[in-house]
T-cell receptor, first 115, second 118 residues
């Protein structure tokens, strides 16, 4: 079964606007971590933001914020004030259990920021 | 953040040859590294977990005799694709966790290796 679901294969947003990328997850482990990575065309995976299952507040990192709704098992990424350089693939990922475990990735969302 | 390097960044080889990819943690010691494979326009799929000083743990469906992993030191893991075939052409990317960073378990990814088998 798919553990991470990203239902938006592609998204468009105009420069300076905000955009929300959806992510839902499935786990029975009470301890887990949720990550968002950006992958530009060069292929490198760039860490954006992290949310722990026990964190009370939504994570924020600059223009990135994570809308964590635990009961709904969703961890949407919000990018504010989009920039042309934000055009890339965005992957949501989950770590289950302690921090030694690998990540399960969603299928990704391709974001295109237009002028 | 912590730095992970990979070498080579790209490689083209003939079918039947073996290719070694190196993954290094440059400024931290990583007891565990992970190897992922990404086909074009697809997500990253975990191939194996590389443990320093012990055998790697492979995911279901990944042939351990074809994808040899060696984690000989705390800063180096290697992935050898043996007798490569065109269907092995893919983007291979490694990651490592910096144990100095408590809590998140954030993984740092190498820049990836693009393998093309002719």
């Amino acid at each position: 079964a798919q553990k991470i679901t990203q239902t938006q294969p592609g998204m468009f947003v105009q420069e300076k606007e905000a955009v929300t990328l959806d992510c839902t997850y499935d786990t029975s482990d009470p301890s887990y971590g949720l990550f968002w990575y950006k992958q530009p065309s060069s292929g490198e995976m760039i860490f954006l933001i992290y949310q722990g299952s026990y964190d009370q507040q939504n994570a924020t990192e600059g223009r990135y914020s994570l809308n964590f709704q635990k009961a709904r098992k969703s961890a949407n990424l919000v990018i504010s004030a989009s920039q042309l350089g934000d055009s890339a693939m965005y992957f949501c990922a989950m770590r289950e259990g302690d921090s030694g475990y690998a990540l399960n990735f969603g299928k990704g969302t391709s974001l295109l920021v237009t002028p | 953040g912590a730095v992970v390097s990979q070498h080579p960044s790209w490689v083209i080889c003939k079918s039947g040859t073996s290719v070694k990819i190196e993954c290094r943690s440059l400024d931290f010691q990583a007891t565990t590294m992970f190897w992922y494979r990404q086909f074009p326009k697809q997500s990253l799929m975990l191939m194996a977990t590389s443990n320093e000083g012990s055998k790697a743990t492979y995911e279901q469906g990944v042939e351990k005799d074809k994808f040899l992993i060696n984690h000989a030191s705390l800063t180096l893991s290697t992935l050898t694709v043996t007798s490569a075939h065109p269907e092995d052409s893919s983007f291979y990317i490694c990651s490592a966790r910096d144990p100095r960073l408590a809590g998140s378990g954030e993984q740092f990814f190498g820049p990836g290796t693009r393998l093309t088998v002719l």
